[in-house]
């Protein structure tokens, strides 16, 4: 996903000469022939978050259209007030874009982890929230966004899948329906244990890249269902729980740091969010119909 | 003292009056260094958004209403619109809304933010191959922030001649973490450094207009409260007070004595 992430900055600059890189010394080598192509819009800042955005801030109050570019909790929990004060309150466009959440870098331990990031960026005004799965979402919507005139949050992933789903930036996609009045919801990478949890059960799927907006129609579509949040993250299930009176379950992070080191996949194990803890919590929601 | 400076200084005073809000002693610290830099600056009132005007971000931006003042003498706006300081729904709050008032760069109110967008708006104008400049200031208590520090660090390395930080130095932060020897500070991280007094007028004029070959810190020596001495004396119990009709007439008799 961060190639493609280079490839489309890259792409967008050979066309608008506004777009610029800033990084926070990350994916630095990856952006070698971006920086060589484009003199004087890259910039390698430095290891200092908070001013890696309110500088991107002020780049894009004169005229720019900068993506700045870090590693997930540095960037949004740290940097929270910058992307709250000077992003969104004074509605400066800049695109954010991170990589690592939520347990990319499950081996560095909590420090590394970041699974509140598209929640509490949500909650900010004028904000724009995605969470792509796939290179081709990443394209589509870093290229929907990118100078939509609002601040943008992209959060990237080490390990993408490969479904075909809609790129409309803030629409959802029905992967598959079902009978049993049961749908499944869920965003980004962990889709395909999802899938493979869902693969022979009669559920509906959906999936969503875009946390805000919501696909608020698409989730009405389904409020007669009982829905399971399945996410590896905050800020799903609530942007669905918007859509008011529905009856949601969320099978999701608990409430513990989970620095066990290990892999993604190890984590997403211990916590039920590998194919059979997912087929679990749906097999058991399918399994009593009066809950 | 400067008379526009002297007048802007009793709008301050009866604008906190009236409105109940201001952080005056602040305020007249910063009234010169505001004034001289709007002076010295390309802008134009009736062109707020002109691409090639200079441009000024408040860091501090608790000095609102000294700000305020300061565009309204630069006409921007009437000095009469800001009576409704900090009242529901006025333009005029008691940090600054760009998207509200023209001539103002940023919004700004949490300390350790403005210095770095100016830090990038110096950075985008010299992409942008404008030959303007881009002013901020910033307080010594807002110097306590490490990002003040980063922003510094930044402006230095990927070094612009576009930028004047000038530095508010009214001593406020010893009654906690002072920042002691600011010049040598801005000095050991590259920037050009000049100190100067801060309610001089044509002084400050006169560094402002000089060009520049890096970042340049001004560091301007100033007195909180500046122009009464009872808030001077107090500015402690003065640093968000507003006055009341007594102390008004007692504050504005003190600003007009013919020493300060």
């Given at each position: 996903?961060?190639?493609q992430f280079k490839e489309t900055t890259t792409a967008?600059?050979?066309?608008?000469?506004?777009?610029?890189?800033?990084?926070?010394?990350?994916?630095?080598?990856?952006?070698?022939?971006?920086?060589?192509?484009?003199?004087?819009?890259?910039?390698?800042?430095?290891?200092?978050?908070?001013?890696?955005?309110?500088?991107?801030?002020g780049m894009t109050a004169t005229g720019m259209r900068?993506?700045?570019?870090?590693?997930?909790?540095?960037?949004?929990?740290?940097?929270?007030?910058?992307?709250?004060?000077?992003?969104?309150?004074?509605?400066?466009?800049?695109?954010?874009?991170?990589?690592?959440?939520?347990?990319?870098?499950?081996?560095?331990?909590?420090?590394?982890?970041?699974?509140?990031?598209?929640?509490?960026?949500?909650?900010?005004?004028?904000?724009?929230?995605?969470?792509?799965?796939?290179?081709?979402?990443?394209?589509?919507?870093?290229?929907?966004?990118?100078?939509?005139?609002?601040?943008?949050?992209?959060?990237?992933?080490?390990?993408?899948?490969?479904?075909?789903?809609?790129?409309?930036?803030?629409?959802?996609?029905?992967?598959?329906?079902?009978?049993?009045?049961?749908?499944?919801?869920?965003?980004?990478?962990?889709?395909?244990?999802?899938?493979?949890?869902?693969?022979?059960?009669?559920?509906?799927?959906?999936?969503?890249?875009?946390?805000?907006?919501?696909?608020?129609?698409?989730?009405?579509?389904?409020?007669?269902?009982?829905?399971?949040?399945?996410?590896?993250?905050?800020?799903?299930?609530?942007?669905?729980?918007?859509?008011?009176?529905?009856?949601?379950?969320?099978?999701?992070?608990?409430?513990?740091?989970?620095?066990?080191?290990?892999?993604?996949?190890?984590?997403?194990?211990?916590?039920?969010?590998?194919?059979?803890?997912?087929?679990?919590?749906?097999?058991?929601?399918?399994?009593?119909?009066?809950? | 003292?400067?008379?526009?400076?002297?007048?802007?200084?009793?709008?301050?005073?009866?604008?906190?009056?009236?409105?109940?809000?201001?952080?005056?002693?602040?305020?007249?610290?910063?009234?010169?260094?505001?004034?001289?830099?709007?002076?010295?600056?390309?802008?134009?009132?009736?062109?707020?958004?002109?691409?090639?005007?200079?441009?000024?971000?408040?860091?501090?931006?608790?000095?609102?209403?000294?700000?305020?003042?300061?565009?309204?003498?630069?006409?921007?706006?009437?000095?009469?619109?800001?009576?409704?300081?900090?009242?529901?729904?006025?333009?005029?709050?008691?940090?600054?809304?760009?998207?509200?008032?023209?001539?103002?760069?940023?919004?700004?109110?949490?300390?350790?933010?403005?210095?770095?967008?100016?830090?990038?708006?110096?950075?985008?104008?010299?992409?942008?191959?404008?030959?303007?400049?881009?002013?901020?200031?910033?307080?010594?208590?807002?110097?306590?922030?490490?990002?003040?520090?980063?922003?510094?660090?930044?402006?230095?390395?990927?070094?612009?001649?576009?930028?004047?930080?000038?530095?508010?130095?009214?001593?406020?932060?010893?009654?906690?973490?002072?920042?002691?020897?600011?010049?040598?500070?801005?000095?050991?991280?590259?920037?050009?450094?000049?100190?100067?007094?801060?309610?001089?007028?044509?002084?400050?004029?006169?560094?402002?207009?000089?060009?520049?070959?890096?970042?340049?810190?001004?560091?301007?020596?100033?007195?909180?409260?500046?122009?009464?001495?009872?808030?001077?004396?107090?500015?402690?119990?003065?640093?968000?007070?507003?006055?009341?009709?007594?102390?008004?007439?007692?504050?504005?008799?003190?600003?007009?004595?013919?020493?300060?």
């Amino acid at each position: 996903m961060r190639r493609q992430f280079k490839e489309t900055t890259t792409a967008l600059a050979a066309t608008d000469p506004r777009v610029a890189v800033v990084l926070g010394d990350v994916s630095v080598y990856m952006f070698m022939d971006f920086h060589r192509a484009n003199p004087g819009k890259f910039y390698n800042m430095g290891i200092c978050e908070n001013s890696l955005i309110s500088v991107a801030a002020g780049m894009t109050a004169t005229g720019m259209r900068p993506f700045v570019h870090t590693i997930a909790p540095f960037l949004t929990e740290r940097s929270l007030e910058q992307i709250k004060l000077d992003c969104a309150y004074n509605q400066w466009p800049v695109n954010i874009v991170t990589c690592g959440a939520s347990f990319d870098y499950a081996w560095d331990g909590a420090t590394h982890h970041c699974y509140t990031d598209l929640a509490i960026l949500r909650l900010l005004p004028n904000m724009e929230v995605l969470q792509p799965g796939s290179r081709r979402e990443v394209d589509a919507l870093m290229r929907a966004t990118y100078d939509s005139g609002k601040p943008t949050y992209i959060r990237l992933s080490d390990h993408p899948h490969d479904v075909e789903t809609n790129l409309e930036f803030g629409k959802g996609t029905v992967l598959r329906e079902g009978k049993s009045g049961v749908t499944v919801m869920t965003a980004g990478p962990i889709l395909p244990n999802v899938m493979a949890a869902c693969e022979d059960l009669d559920v509906n799927l959906v999936y969503f890249h875009t946390l805000k907006p919501m696909d608020r129609a698409l989730v009405e579509r389904f409020r007669h269902d009982r829905i399971l949040v399945v996410h590896d993250a905050f800020g799903l299930q609530e942007a669905i729980n918007e859509v008011p009176g529905l009856r949601t379950w969320y099978h999701g992070l608990p409430d513990q740091f989970c620095a066990w080191y290990g892999t993604v996949h190890d984590i997403r194990a211990r916590i039920g969010l590998d194919a059979p803890g997912i087929r679990k919590a749906v097999t058991t929601l399918l399994e009593t119909p009066s809950a | 003292m400067d008379s526009t400076c002297r007048r802007m200084r009793a709008e301050i005073l009866d604008i906190s009056f009236s409105s109940g809000h201001g952080h005056i002693p602040t305020c007249f610290s910063v009234v010169e260094c505001l004034y001289a830099a709007y002076e010295v600056m390309r802008h134009d009132p009736k062109r707020p958004d002109w691409a090639e005007r200079d441009r000024f971000v408040l860091s501090k931006g608790h000095a609102a209403l000294g700000y305020y003042a300061v565009l309204a003498q630069h006409s921007y706006f009437d000095i009469k619109e800001v009576a409704g300081f900090g009242a529901y729904n006025s333009r005029f709050g008691c940090h600054a809304d760009r998207t509200k008032l023209p001539g103002v760069e940023a919004s700004t109110g949490s300390l350790g933010h403005g210095i770095g967008i100016a830090v990038g708006m110096a950075l985008g104008e010299r992409v942008a191959g404008r030959q303007t400049k881009v002013f901020t200031l910033i307080g010594d208590g807002e110097s306590n922030e490490g990002s003040v520090w980063e922003a510094v660090m930044v402006a230095n390395n990927v070094g612009l001649n576009n930028l004047t930080i000038i530095y508010d130095h009214n001593k406020s932060q010893g009654r906690c973490l002072p920042v002691t020897n600011p010049g040598e500070r801005f000095r050991s991280f590259g920037c050009e450094v000049v100190e100067v007094n801060g309610h001089n007028v044509d002084a400050l004029k006169e560094v402002f207009a000089r060009p520049a070959t890096g970042v340049r810190a001004v560091i301007a020596d100033t007195v909180k409260g500046y122009g009464c001495k009872t808030l001077v004396d107090n500015v402690n119990e003065w640093h968000r007070k507003s006055p009341d009709a007594e102390q008004l007439a007692k504050l504005l008799e003190e600003l007009h004595a013919p020493a300060i």
